[in-house]
């Protein structure tokens, strides 16, 4: 008699390993994955559907909200879509904003990969480490927007307003005296800047001990090394973008090689790695922290020795000041178009990509001259890497599958959307 | 990196006939192809020496019904039946650091197309996406089942003619113990309307 050996295994939807809703059934030979399919979409909310609805600027809050763990750069791909097709570009102070938001977006998105993917592995201090150092970047996300995840920051023709002098404080409470509060806000009393000079000064050391706990540790590199493998034609093959791409070995980044807003203008390297396992793919992020940080201090130094506008003074499209509306008709009539109606966008369709630190996140938007678009497709880097789970993880163990979505660095918000 | 118009000559020279239309907008290029030819023509853009368009970036279904028209409303169509689609593929070549956008509109009574699977396996899950959001059906495709709906989900919610709130609601049933689907309670509203103004509206 034949002996029946395969079975079918589910995995989530509800697993704390899935990174959110993933639900995956797996054809298992014992211990050894077979096959896998993962089933998504236990997160669809159609916010392309829903952009349709809407006029353009009342999206920018989808946005966020797609893969939350790196909202502002995917603002960044959504205004910049819609600057294009009314061929309006944002001011210079504006645009360095920018790219130094995008990259503590980066290093957010990299903390919590990096916090996730080794809990997930056994690991469970790099997760207490990085959540510290997160939090002092939402409070510059804070600073700036009054939210702490999801911004709204980014506007079509700048960003909302110019970085705070002071940051804000905390408020003694009935857990916190004022001894204890003027401890915790002693490194807040400066502007926005002076703070994250403050971190991007400390952080590096941050990331060694991250290294120190992982890089070297036996059981990390049992776990990561040779794992995961895809070379460099089949990541290619594969959509892979983004450090997946690079951890096989292509030396592809849109900062360098398709620049957007002022990425021409800094300096700093492109990791790449070897083999196309896991453990390469680790170190590359690790390095793009790093390089993160490169670029952040060069920012801070123009933003330092530059002032000027943050927006464009453009009535049609940038609400006037509210100081202004209150005594000023035009004003007030802009003000009350722009939030009736909204402004109409010209005919046209454009492809607008970013590096997000997942990947190539691209905003690929047809106006038919509407106030609202008459499609937005949103091209999630997540959504290509999870196809290919099921090839990646073929012969693996099924802990290895954790490894493996743990390296793909997924969020349900961007694949499922 | 060669310029847009560089590129368009090769493209054109490569695929001849097959291209319809082509456009260059906000610096890229954009063909239009027959969705007949939609296998050759990619499979020529990734083999031909100087394109080699080694990634499918995207495959996205656009609905052209209501294109152009102040309305949202679907029964403003004339034909609600049989929608305008379009597939639009999105390629990169990490070679040549180019792009190219590929546009094969559909026949209204038959939305089928070529699968291209065969040339990128990530084709895979946004044909599946098109299929199930659209309704596009991908000739050729190994596995074309539902990817983002609920399982058992009904119609093809990304078409125009598909109200944004949907046809049915789901809420857990206390006395059957289960999840029921009812229709939407839901009245349809429109918040801001949708118009259009010309280039130079109000001065």
Known sequence: MAEIRNYTMNFGPQHPAAHGVLRIVMEMDGEVIERCDPHIGLLHRATEKLAETKPFSQSIGYMDRLDYVSMMCQEHAYVRAIEKLLGIEAPERAQYIRVMFDEITRILNHLLWIGAHALDVGAMTVFLYAFREREDLMDTYEAVSGARMHATYYRPGGVYRDLPDRMPQYQPSKWHDEKETRERNKNRQGSLLDFIEAFVERFPSCIDDYEQLLTDNRIWKQRLVDIGIVTAERAQALGFTGPMLRGSGVAWDLRKKQPYAVYDRMDFDIPIGTNGDCYDRYLVRMEELRQSVRIIKQCIEWLRNNSGPVILENYKVVAPHREDMKQDMESLIHHFKLFTEGYCVPEGETYSAVEAPKGEFGIYMISDGANKPYRVKIRAPGFAHLSALDEMSRGHMLADMVAIIGTQDIVFGEIDR | ?203
């Open chain 2, 1 to 203: 990196m060669a310029s847009v118009d560089t590129l368009s000559g090769m493209v054109r020279e490569a695929c001849g006939d097959a291209i319809l239309a082509d456009a260059v907008t906000n610096d890229q290029l954009t063909i239009e192809i027959g969705p007949d030819a939609v296998s050759d023509v990619l499979r020529t853009l990734r083999d031909t020496p100087g394109l080699e368009f080694e990634q499918l970036i995207d495959i996205c279904g656009v609905d052209y019904t209501t294109y152009g028209t102040d309305s949202q409303a679907p029964e403003a169509v004339d034909d609600p039946v049989s929608p305008a689609l379009a597939t639009v593929y999105h390629l990169l070549s990490i070679s040549h650091n180019h792009r190219i956008r590929v546009r094969a509109r559909l026949d209204p009574d038959s939305p089928e197309i070529a699968s291209v699977v065969d040339l990128w396996p990530v084709a895979n899950w946004f044909e599946r996406e098109a299929f199930d959001l659209f309704g596009i059906v991908f000739h050729g495709h190994p596995d074309l089942r539902r990817l983002l709906t609920d399982y058992g989900f009904i119609g093809h919610p990304f078409r125009k003619q598909f109200p944004i709130s949907g046809y049915v609601e789901m809420r857990y049933d206390d006395k059957k113990g289960r999840v029921v689907y009812e229709p939407v309670s839901i009245e349809p509203r429109v918040l801001v309307p949708r118009v259009i103004r010309k280039e130079g509206h109000g001065g």
